[in-house]
């Protein structure tokens, strides 16, 4: 395409997947906007959605189509982008708000290929996102036999992006069916009988008071996606071992993990076991960017960070503060920026010998909610009989909580040191629910 853009100004939101399986058809996704004005009116002009082949309107420029192919394509991953922006027929990003959808055919479930959105300003990296994971024969949120057109819904809705937030507010969020016509009727409904196409469905999400994430259809296994769940880093964040450098979901017993006792010096700690994991569970979670725009820390806000003098709750952390960041080579200081949310799907909470960790190079905690000094305390049983109160070979393995760690926070609560819920996000400008979440 040909970018007719007037100012150099502009969000970019990209979907990239990949094709799941070497069965010679291609995994090919379309990403859609639907632009309404701020008053809840569609952008005069479209019928009903953005994609592909508009090519530029409403402030969006698109990109060509693109699938991907698992035995053909090298490498195996297809990318759909929109930039916000101000066009040549004077139409810009900041009049509109965007309800950003994916969607498939009946050929793979919309989670398959593991499909991520990202949304840049400028070049920069704001925010991630991604659709829950599909399991072939395990319970899904978008399940088989989730009703019409086929055996599971074909669209996504990741939710809306506000220009005025600049990101994606993911409440509504959901799998959902549609049978458009040229007055935007839906055969799912999101909130108010409005569908993923209606007008008007940006504007009505800013009054759900039920947080990031809600979608009111019942799901196989998990309810709904409420994403009330405890966590800690998540599935993408990085640590690095004596093998090299490993995702967390990565990480064994036996391995020895990267870690400072805040000086300008590092070293290795023994990886013992998980205090609570969740393989693809939603989770809300933070980005905390700093300074030299480096990858974020990305965390729950309750999980416990190091800072240059003490420790802090990542959600009590504000842009000038400064955290610990491993270069290669020395520790040094690292200037927040900004935090913005994020909705991930997986959490990891690793225990290691010491405490600590060095996660994507910034010095944490292995605990959350409450205070490190006394989680370490507690956990000193724990450490001199891993294998027995807290994770083996087998154990590691399997998801949820470990029982040691909810009697320990049962007794920490009775004691009265557990952190406080939040009952709003202060310097982030979302629903308060985003940090209502216990944790350890």
């Given at each position: ?32 906007l ?59 990003y900041?009049?509109y ?35 829950p ?88 296994g ?37 870690t400072?006792s ?27 960017w ?13 999980h ?12 009590e ?26 909705l ?19 010095l ?39 029982g ?30 985003f ?6």
């Open positions: 395409f040909t970018a007719k853009c007037s100012r150099n100004e502009a969000y970019e939101l990209t979907l990239t997947w990949t094709d799941p399986t070497d069965d010679f058809k291609s995994n090919d996704l379309d990403l859609l639907v632009a309404g004005h701020h008053d809840g009116t569609l952008c005069a002009g479209v019928d009903v959605f953005l994609d592909f082949e508009d090519d530029e309107a409403c402030g969006a420029l698109f990109s060509e189509d693109d699938s991907t192919d698992y035995y053909y394509d090298v490498p195996n991953i297809a990318e759909e982008s929109a930039t916000l922006t101000t066009l040549a027929d004077g139409t810009k900041q009049d708000t965007y309800a950003v959808i994916v969607y498939n055919n009946v050929l793979y479930n919309p989670s398959e290929g593991r499909p991520m959105l990202t949304v840049k300003y400028n070049g920069v990296v704001k925010q991630t996102l991604a659709i994971r599909y399991v072939a024969g395990g319970p899904n949120l978008n399940y088989a036999g989730a009703g019409p057109p086929g055996l599971f819904r074909n669209y996504y809705f990741f939710g809306c992006f506000r220009p005025q937030l600049g990101f994606v507010d993911t409440r509504g969020a959901g799998f959902h069916d549609s049978t458009v016509d040229s007055g935007g009727a839906t055969d799912t409904v999101v909130l108010n009988g409005l569908g993923i196409f209606s007008a008007g469905l940006c504007q009505a999400t800013l009054g759900m008071a039920s947080g990031y994430g809600f979608n009111p259809h019942k799901q196989a998990s309810g709904d996606e409420s994403y009330q769940h405890q966590g800690c880093f998540s599935t993408t964040s990085q640590v690095e071992t004596l093998a090299g450098f490993k995702t967390l979901a990565e990480v064994s017993i036996g391995d020895f993990i990267r400072s805040g000086g300008l010096e590092t070293h290795f700690t023994e990886f013992i076991g998980w205090l609570d994991r969740q393989e693809s569970t939603p989770v809300k979670m933070l980005q905390v700093t300074s030299q725009n480096l990858s974020p820390l990305t965390l729950t806000g309750s416990i960070v190091f800072t240059p003098t003490s420790t802090k709750y990542a959600d952390l504000l842009p000038g503060d400064s955290l610990l960041h491993w270069n290669g080579t020395s520790m040094q200081e690292q200037q927040v920026t900004q935090i913005l949310p994020t991930e799907f997986g959490f990891w909470a690793p225990l290691t010998m010491d405490g600590t960790l060095l996660v994507d190079g910034y944490s905690s292995c605990y959350a909610s409450f205070p490190h000094q006394l989680s370490e305390i507690a956990m000193k049983p724990v450490k001199t009989l891993p294998s027995i109160l807290l994770d083996n070979e087998e154990s590691q393995h399997k998801d949820g909580v470990r040691v760690v909810t009697i320990i926070k049962k007794v920490g609560e009775l004691l009265g040191a557990r952190k406080e819920k939040k009952i709003s996000c202060g310097h982030i400008p979302i629903v308060a629910s940090v209502d979440k216990s944790e350890f």
